[in-house]
């Protein structure tokens, strides 16, 4: 019985795991298959789109060509006066104009425009062009939007979690570090004794037998409450068959008797994960000073290694690009020049934005108690004092 029991407490487990998991795992993937399909869709409308040269277009070009060959070889005379004119040109040019659709729209392009849409990111580098792009871009970004919240809400759950149980961890041994640097040898000998008196004086009350009852029944009857002998007898029978038999597996019974009780239960458990979504991020207390340098360190990662693929950029550069990402600003300043790195990239900004989601939420909640101390403050200041007037 043994050996066979092994294998359904295995299976047990694992269903379990794989109920558990679950939840988080259709989040993630709903997100990276909806991720797929918005690239599909957009590298199908706005790659294949047509290049029309418009008059504003070729009015552009003839200017330019009218600057160029205004431009003497005393370049020194004209640098200033050609520097505005040459800057107003360019502000009425269309960076569309400029764009190869097939290069910009390709797949990882595509992708990499989605990413920033449902992030709310958005660098404006890459935008749609066509009518029908851009309506579907704002009903890709309607249902991308929520998704990629319910799964930064999910897994800053889990992240906030296992924050918080790292710091309670840490907490825990400081104190016990803490406890024995102050606790001295005579007074530590003190305790245990004192503790082992304690426990010494701890009794222990096993179960009665039938026979310990009956000697007993003389005292029990006396007593406010008072059974008959039948019912004692089946109390103490049904007691000890509950002591001798062997635990029973009630779920294998349920799945052995009637397997849809024992699906409902499972159902059951996944609702009850699904309603849980939330509620570790909202138990979370850890200072806000130790999450603000988790971000630093986690800024000052990306930023040593995002450098080695994008030659353009600096470690400082690289710092406010990371920190403009995870915030969602997203200006459009600083961009990438290899997209295909979103990839690998994008798991970091997912990350990224929910350790600062966790910081904002920390830190609307230490709002919260400021602005609740401060009304309470002004509340009593203006109360109207008591006066006492004389009988």
């Avoid at 418009?54 to 200017?63: A, C, G, K, P, V």
């Avoid at 989605?114 to 404006?124: E, H, K, L, N, S």
Wanted: proline share 4%.
């Amino acid at each position: 019985m043994a050996t066979t029991s092994q294998p359904l407490r295995g299976k047990t487990t694992c269903k379990k795991i794989f109920w558990a998991v679950f939840p988080h795992a259709c989040f993630i993937l709903s997100l990276v298959i909806y991720a797929f399909l918005g690239a599909l869709m957009f590298s199908h409308i706005e790659g294949n789109r047509e290049v029309n040269l418009t008059e504003d277009y070729r009015i552009f070009l003839q200017n330019l060509t009218y600057l160029a060959r205004k431009l003497t070889d005393n370049v020194t005379e004209n640098e200033k006066m050609f520097k505005n004119d040459i800057r107003e040109l360019f502000n009425t040019a269309d960076p569309v104009w400029f764009i190869i659709p097939e290069d910009r729209w390709n797949f990882f392009g595509s992708l990499f425009f989605c990413c920033t849409v449902f992030t709310t990111v958005g660098y404006g580098n890459t935008y749609p062009v066509t009518r029908i792009g851009k309506y579907l871009c704002m009903l890709y970004a309607l249902f991308g939007i929520p998704l990629m919240f319910l799964v930064l809400t999910d897994m800053g759950d889990i992240l906030a979690t296992v924050l918080s149980k790292s710091y309670n961890e840490f907490r825990k041994l400081q104190s016990k570090v803490l406890a024995s640097k102050l606790c001295s040898g005579s007074t530590c000998s003190k305790r245990n004794e004192l503790k082992s008196r304690a426990q010494s004086k701890i009794v222990i009350n096993e179960p009665l037998t039938i026979m310990e009852v009956l000697r007993s029944q003389s005292g029990v009857k006396r007593g406010p409450v008072k059974y008959r002998n039948v019912e004692l007898f089946e109390m103490l029978i049904a007691r000890e068959n509950e002591n001798t038999q062997p635990a029973r597996n009630k779920s294998m019974e349920r799945w052995s008797s009637c397997p849809e009780l024992a699906r409902g239960k499972t159902v059951s458990r996944v609702i009850e994960n699904f309603d849980k979504i939330g509620k570790e991020l909202e138990k979370l207390d850890v200072p806000i000073v130790l999450m603000v340098l988790v971000i630093f360190v986690y800024i000052s990662c990306a930023a040593a290694i995002l450098p080695n693929w994008e030659r353009n950029m600096d470690f400082q550069e690289a710092f406010y690009f990371c920190f403009i990402t995870l915030t969602t600003i997203g200006f459009g300043d600083t961009k990438l020049e290899h997209p295909k790195f979103f990839l690998f990239f994008s798991l970091y900004i997912i990350i990224g934005m929910e350790i600062v989601f966790i910081v904002f939420k920390l830190g609307q909640d230490r709002l919260i108690v400021l602005y609740k101390k401060v009304i309470s403050f002004c509340a009593e200041k203006k109360m109207p004092s008591k006066k006492i007037y004389p009988k």
